[in-house]
Nanobody
């Protein structure tokens, strides 16, 4: 059973921080690039960040660059998204997904998780 599980979402004030986790089961995570995506109500799902198999290469959507950091700990079979300086427009369900290499084309990703809700509000 190939599975990714997101966790770490919640309610946070603007300017606050959250650390999301994406944990893999049923396969070895270091064989895959991992992307983070998000979808707000009424909006298209968008790519947020991606990290290569080794962690040497990372990508970020412009709106989060400088605020979010993606990292991976292959020994723990987990990828993280550190989210700092959060804004209300970051409110969304956040998903992680696996691909052979990082891509902004969402069909390249499989093994999508169920998502974790992030709400940024005062």
């Amino acid at each position: 059973q190939l599975q990714l599980v997101e966790s770490g979402g919640g309610l946070v004030q603007p300017g606050g921080s959250l650390r999301l986790s994406c944990a893999a089961s049923g396969f070895t995570l270091d064989y895959y690039a991992i992307g983070w995506f998000r979808q707000a109500p009424g909006k298209e799902r968008e790519g947020v960040s991606c990290i290569s198999r080794s962690g040497a290469r990372t990508n970020y959507v412009v709106s989060v660059k400088g605020r979010f950091t993606i990292s991976r700990d292959n020994a723990k079979n987990t990828v993280y998204l550190q989210m700092n300086s959060l804004k209300p427009e970051d409110t969304a369900v956040y998903y992680c997904a696996a691909a052979s290499i990082c891509s902004w084309w969402q069909p390249d990703f499989g093994s999508w998780g169920q998502g974790t809700q992030v709400t940024v509000s005062s």
